[in-house]
Each structure stands twice: as structure tokens, then as C-alpha cells.
């Protein structure tokens, strides 16, 4: 019988730059070849990120584009060991999102590089037969002693083979081998054959988690149901900027592609990205839609696995 298998489990980089400034670089394409959208949004984040050195690159792309060339063109500007990401509806940065061509766009890639101020953990497991709570507790287990090692604030980003019905056994594993509660929010690319990119190569059906750890602070927001899904977008932000200081640098948010679905029949998918921006309207959006949220409205409690929702985390300087 297949057992859960460890892919990766090590610190990628870690310690801290004499500038102690977190610093964020994205850029974005919707060139329809992948290895030219890769090296186009990688070369904007570059950009974005100076002469600071990257400790991490994610890459979240629609479906058709999640391939070793997008790999390829992104790594000429960032090692591939950097590099991890997943496919999903699309990235929600993309300008298409919001024209009229359908539930999920044919090209949009993202790119985020962060620098400076942190450090950085990526594990990643393969969920075979061992199941969803056991592929958690791995992963858990793999970020454990980076995630106990000092008491800063600490945010997990997840993504990859976790949909709507299979997230929350997989929060369930993930803070039992973890063991402290620690804010996680995420979003499935999709089923067993999703396509995830974890240390430059491109993998399936595989779970993968970002421990990021820094002197910075972060909120977090979770909001879902039917109603106004613009508003609730807002809601969501709302708990995730609330009460916090400092100047906001980056939000990661992760849309259920069923809302986007509704949004895009209602046209109403840029009225719920014009809620974001006027949320944080300095700072980096980075997400994607996909299929099934895990998120928080409350950094202190556990983090559960929903569908039909958006989940929201915003760091600040």
C-alpha cells in the first residue's frame, strides 16, 4: 500500500538582511505562451524587489500555463530551489479577470518574490494513500521546529491538492503535527491531478505550506455564504486590517472559484477586486481562485477548511 511521502522539508533561506525591512515584489502577465508569462511577471517582480535578495518565490497561473516552461522562464531571474506555486481558475491579479471570457481565463500568471525582513519554510507532501489528515500531519510535523523556533509573528500560506470537503481533515492533521496554533490560509488548485511547483519542478497532487516568520505583524479575515460577494470580500479585509499599525505590504487572497463563477455571471468580479484595493491601496494583491478556502477571522483560533468563501491575510511592515 502508497504511503504519505515527505517531497520537501527544509528551510529554503532563513536569518536576516541588514535592511531589516520586509520587502515585496510582484508582477504579472497574460502573455499565452508560458516560459514569456513567466519571465515577464518574474522579471516585474524582480524589479519590484531591487537589489534585495529573494528568500522566496511563489507563482500561482491558470491552468494550461502551470508547465516547465513557465518554470523555466520564471527561473531566469530567480533560482529554481525558490520557486513553488500551484494552477488554479486563474491568478486574481490578472486584468482578464474581469473582461467578459469566462469562469476561468486561458492565460494569467503571477508572480510574488519576498525578501528581507523574514524568514522562510516550505514543506510539501504527497497526498497518496494515507489520506488528507495524514498528509497535514506531515507537513505539520516538517514545519514544526521552524514554527516553534522563536515567537515572532508566524503565517502559513497553503496550497495545492486540499478541495472543499478534504481541507478541513487536512487543517485537522496539519495542527496536530504541528502543535501550536498558527494562523494558515490557502486554496486548492484543484483534485489529485491539479499541477503544484514545489523547489522548481512540477508535481501533482501534492500539498504544499509556507511558513513565513518575521517582526512584522499580519491580520487575517475569512468571509463567506451568498449575498452581496463583493461585500463580503470587503468584510473579509475589514478583519484583516483592522486595528493594526504600521503600513500594509503585501494581502494574500485566496477566492473560491465558485464565487467567481457568480461574480462573473452578475459582472461583478471587479467590484469584489475594486473592494481589495480599497482596502490596502498600497499594498501587494497576490491570490489566485480556486477551489476550497482555509482561513481564519480570528489569528488566535485554529484556521478550518470552507468552500464558498475568501480568505484574507495582510503583512505589515
Same mark, same amino acid.
Given at each position: 500500500?502508497?504511503?504519505?511521502?515527505?517531497?520537501?522539508?527544509?528551510?529554503?533561506?532563513?536569518?536576516?538582511?541588514?535592511?531589516?525591512?520586509?520587502?515585496?515584489?510582484?508582477?504579472?502577465?497574460?502573455?499565452?505562451?508560458?516560459?514569456?508569462?513567466?519571465?515577464?511577471?518574474?522579471?516585474?517582480?524582480?524589479?519590484?524587489?531591487?537589489?534585495?535578495?529573494?528568500?522566496?518565490?511563489?507563482?500561482?497561473?491558470?491552468?494550461?500555463?502551470?508547465?516547465?516552461?513557465?518554470?523555466?522562464?520564471?527561473?531566469?531571474?530567480?533560482?529554481?530551489?525558490?520557486?513553488?506555486?500551484?494552477?488554479?481558475?486563474?491568478?486574481?491579479?490578472?486584468?482578464?479577470?474581469?473582461?467578459?471570457?469566462?469562469? /476561468?481565463?486561458?492565460?494569467?500568471?503571477?508572480? $510574488? %518574490?519576498? !525578501? &528581507?525582513?523574514?524568514?522562510?519554510?516550505? @514543506? +510539501? #507532501?504527497?497526498?497518496?494513500?494515507?489520506?488528507?489528515?495524514?498528509?497535514?500531519?506531515?507537513?505539520?510535523?516538517?514545519?514544526?521546529?521552524?514554527?516553534?523556533?522563536?515567537?515572532?509573528?508566524?503565517?502559513?500560506?497553503?496550497?495545492?491538492?486540499?478541495?472543499?470537503?478534504?481541507?478541513?481533515?487536512?487543517?485537522?492533521?496539519?495542527?496536530?503535527?504541528?502543535?501550536?496554533?498558527?494562523?494558515?490560509?490557502?486554496?486548492?488548485?484543484?483534485?489529485?491531478?491539479?499541477?503544484?511547483?514545489?523547489?522548481?519542478?512540477?508535481?501533482?497532487?501534492?500539498?504544499?505550506?509556507?511558513?513565513?516568520? /518575521?517582526?512584522?505583524?499580519?491580520?487575517?479575515? $475569512? %468571509?463567506? !455564504? &451568498?449575498?452581496?460577494?463583493?461585500?463580503? @470580500? +470587503? #468584510?473579509?479585509?475589514?478583519?484583516?486590517?483592522?486595528?493594526?499599525?504600521?503600513?500594509?505590504?503585501?494581502?494574500?487572497?485566496?477566492?473560491?472559484?465558485?464565487?467567481?463563477?457568480?461574480?462573473?455571471?452578475?459582472?461583478?468580479?471587479?467590484?469584489?477586486?475594486?473592494?481589495?484595493?480599497?482596502?490596502?491601496?498600497?499594498?501587494?494583491?497576490?491570490?489566485?481562485?480556486?477551489?476550497?478556502?482555509?482561513?481564519?477571522?480570528?489569528?488566535?483560533?485554529?484556521?478550518?477548511?470552507?468552500?464558498?468563501?475568501?480568505?484574507?491575510?495582510?503583512?505589515?511592515?
Amino acid at each position: 500500500m502508497k504511503k504519505v511521502r515527505v517531497i520537501v522539508g527544509a528551510a529554503l533561506a532563513c536569518g536576516m538582511l541588514q535592511a531589516q525591512v520586509l520587502k515585496v515584489g510582484t508582477g504579472a502577465s497574460e502573455l499565452a505562451d508560458a516560459k514569456a508569462a513567466g519571465a515577464e511577471a518574474a522579471a516585474a517582480a524582480k524589479a519590484a524587489l531591487g537589489d534585495t535578495p529573494a528568500k522566496a518565490v511563489i507563482v500561482f497561473a491558470a491552468r494550461a500555463q502551470v508547465n516547465a516552461e513557465l518554470v523555466e522562464g520564471v527561473a531566469q531571474h530567480f533560482g529554481k530551489p525558490l520557486i513553488c506555486g500551484c494552477e488554479g481558475y486563474s491568478p486574481l491579479t490578472c486584468k482578464g479577470n474581469f473582461a467578459e471570457r469566462g469562469h /476561468g481565463i486561458p492565460h494569467g500568471v503571477a508572480v $510574488l %518574490a519576498l !525578501g &528581507g525582513d523574514t524568514e522562510v519554510t516550505v @514543506a +510539501a #507532501e504527497c497526498v497518496l494513500d494515507g489520506g488528507f489528515a495524514a498528509s497535514g500531519e506531515k507537513l505539520g510535523v516538517a514545519l514544526k521546529e521552524a514554527a516553534q523556533r522563536e515567537a515572532k509573528s508566524r503565517l502559513v500560506l497553503t496550497f495545492g491538492n486540499q478541495h472543499v470537503g478534504e481541507n478541513q481533515p487536512l487543517m485537522d492533521g496539519f495542527y496536530k503535527g504541528l502543535g501550536v496554533t498558527l494562523p494558515v490560509v490557502g486554496a486548492a488548485a484543484g483534485g489529485q491531478d491539479a499541477k503544484e511547483i514545489v523547489k522548481g519542478e512540477v508535481v501533482t497532487g501534492v500539498n504544499v505550506a509556507v511558513l513565513l516568520s /518575521g517582526a512584522y505583524s499580519f491580520g487575517v479575515g $475569512l %468571509a463567506g !455564504g &451568498g449575498g452581496d460577494l463583493a461585500q463580503k @470580500a +470587503a #468584510e473579509a479585509f475589514a478583519a484583516a486590517t483592522t486595528a493594526h499599525g504600521g503600513k500594509p505590504v503585501v494581502a494574500f487572497v485566496f477566492d473560491c472559484g465558485g464565487r467567481r463563477g457568480d461574480m462573473f455571471k452578475q459582472k461583478t468580479l471587479a467590484a469584489e477586486f475594486e473592494a481589495m484595493r480599497k482596502a490596502v491601496p498600497d499594498a501587494a494583491l497576490f491570490g489566485f481562485y480556486g477551489g476550497g478556502e482555509i482561513g481564519t477571522a480570528d489569528a488566535g483560533e485554529r484556521s478550518r477548511g470552507v468552500g464558498f468563501h475568501i480568505a484574507v491575510a495582510t503583512l505589515y511592515e
